[in-house]
T-cell receptor, first 112, second 115 residues
Framework: QKEVEQDPGPLSVPEGAIVSLNCTYS??????FMWYRQYSRKGPELLMY????GNKEDGRFTAQVDKSSKYISLFIRDSQPSDSATYLC????????????FGKGTRLHILP | GAVVSQHPSWVICKSGTSVKIECRSL??????MFWYRQFPKQSLMLMAT?????????EQGVEKDKFLINHASLTLSTLTVTSAHPEDSSFYIC???????????FGPGTRLLVL
């Protein structure tokens, strides 16, 4: 079983819809969770980071962590065509010297 | 959010030449920086972990003599692709860990094309 599982998509939704992106993980040592957005031919851009279970909101984005189920989500409200990108979940274990572990990324297309 | 810069953003060179890519953390000190490689529509592949003042740690299969990494200061790491060949053409991305926030920021990437 891979440490982090993420559906590669592509996921296509109409403009204005709520998008739900998810990752599951197997290592309970993961303590820090991040979501990155990567446009084609660009470096990943940090969208959200959190270290506790529950929800964290920033504008149209909400990150949700459920450590008991080893499941994290990113919700995008009022999706826009400019949200079309690849979204990567990422995690760092409690031992901060360890490498960050990425999901494979989900390609998202917002249809105008 | 924190900013990581990378220079150059793209480079075209002849086979056999060496190319240096710089990565800088602009508003925080990064004791640890990372170098990734990414092929089109593929995932990020970690090449090496760079710690300030010490030798880099390379991932399995990455030639340390081919990809020279220097982490000279808390805000600067460089990757030198020595004697580049067409198969080294790729998108190289650096990343810096911000211990204040327990997270990691990425540079914009450098596209390398070796002719």
């Amino acid at each position: 079983q891979k440490e982090v599982e993420q559906d590669p998509g592509p996921l296509s939704v109409p403009e204005g819809a709520i998008v739900s992106l998810n990752c599951t993980y197997s290592n309970s040592a993961f303590q820090y969770f991040m979501w990155y957005r990567q446009y084609s031919r660009k470096g990943p851009e940090l969208l959200m980071y959190t270290y506790s279970s529950g929800n964290k909101e920033d504008g149209r984005f909400t990150a949700q962590v459920d450590k008991s189920s080893k499941y994290i989500s990113l919700f995008i409200r009022d999706s826009q065509p400019s949200d079309s990108a690849t979204y990567l979940c990422a995690m760092i274990p409690m031992n901060r010297d360890d490498k960050i572990i990425f999901g494979k990324g989900t390609r998202l297309h917002i249809l105008p | 959010g924190a900013v990581v810069s990378q220079h150059p953003s793209w480079v075209i060179c002849k086979s056999g030449t060496s190319v240096k890519i710089e990565c800088r953390s602009l508003d925080f000190q990064a004791t640890t920086m990372f170098w990734y490689r990414q092929f089109p529509k593929q995932s990020l592949m970690l090449m090496a972990t760079s710690n300030e003042g010490s030798k880099a740690t390379y991932e399995q299969g990455v030639e340390k003599d081919k990809f020279l990494i220097n982490h000279a200061s808390l805000t600067l790491s460089t990757l030198t692709v020595t004697s580049a060949h067409p198969e080294d053409s790729s998108f190289y991305i650096c990343s810096a860990r911000d211990w204040r926030q327990e997270t990691q920021y990425f540079g914009p990437g450098t596209r390398l094309l070796v002719l």
